[in-house]
């Protein structure tokens, strides 16, 4: 928290992982009444948390807000595998330190499905927002998350959820219910976060913000004319005024950093 609060482009809301998101459920010792099954980020983890478990996520929360305060925003990755029980815990423990919102408790990452019933429940048990959404394929797929009021901000990921017209309407419907957009999006690469730069500025009030792709390796920034420089300021991002997307593909220099199996992708 202190080297993303310290960073240049100001961050106005930073996100991190705990719990079954992260390495917790491996490094805590009896973080949750089970084995831990896999390993790396992606991982399958779930049960019911330990009072010790419940307890650590907590204190890693507190510890955020400690060095964030009231001037950036904590938004937290949480899942899923979480059980209703321990996630309507969770979110009533944190609710004096304000988070932005808890991510994916439930269903949501790795899993292209969402139980809206089960998510209601949590969401209308505290008053900490719940988040999810970023797998979902189709507006479809969403309209029972929104009609039933079953989450307090939705996530589509424009690579996921059928593209940019389908974001669009997400959005404006979720807005209609009173649902906070937050498009996901980390993995999507320059060309993704071109996309979400033009989406976003057309979305309506209940936009808050989207996932940052940082450009890893640095040479993604090579291959890619159009994009701001830098490209986050004061926590905000330019829209430019090019066609399209408002970026342009450096093939020559993109060709540099192909796979053998791949050399001949641009032919």
């Known amino acids: 928290m202190r080297a993303m609060k310290a960073s240049p482009e100001g961050f106005t809301i930073i996100k991190d992982s705990i719990s079954f998101h992260s390495s917790m459920a491996r490094s805590v010792p009896n973080f949750f009444y089970g084995d831990p099954?896999?390993?790396?980020?992606g991982n399958r983890d779930?049960?019911?948390?330990?009072?010790?478990?419940?307890s650590h996520a907590v204190a890693c929360i507190e510890a955020m807000k400690e060095v964030l305060g009231d001037e950036v925003g904590l938004a937290v990755d949480c899942g899923p595998g979480w059980t209703v029980p321990d996630a309507i815990r969770f979110g009533r423990a944190v609710e004096p330190l304000n988070l932005m919102w808890l991510e994916d408790l439930l269903t949501g990452d790795y899993t292209p499905y969402v139980?809206?019933?089960?998510?209601?429940?949590?969401?209308?048990?505290?008053?900490?927002p719940t988040h999810t959404g970023e797998q979902l394929y189709l507006r479809q797929n969403f309209v029972e998350l929104i009609e039933r009021q079953a989450v307090r901000v939705v996530g589509p990921d424009p690579a996921d959820v059928g593209g940019l017209a389908e974001l669009k309407w997400i959005a404006e419907y979720a807005d209609l219910h009173g649902i906070g957009m937050a498009p996901h999006g980390t993995g999507d690469g320059l060309l993704g976060l071109a996309t979400l730069i033009q989406v976003s500025a057309t979305l309506p009030a209940n936009y808050i913000a989207f996932e940052y792709p940082v450009g890893n390796p640095a040479w993604w920034y090579d291959i890619v004319d159009g994009l701001p420089g830098p490209i986050v300021t004061d926590g905000h991002i330019s829209v430019g005024d090019a066609p399209g997307l408002g970026v342009t593909l450096r093939v020559e220099e993109a060709k540099r950093y192909l796979a053998e199996e791949d050399a001949g992708f641009f032919d």
């Open 115 to 128: 139980d809206a019933a089960a998510y209601r429940e949590v969401t209308t048990a505290t008053t900490t």
């Open 37 to 41: 099954i896999a390993q790396g980020h």
């Open 46 to 54: 779930r049960g019911l948390l330990t009072e010790r478990g419940l």
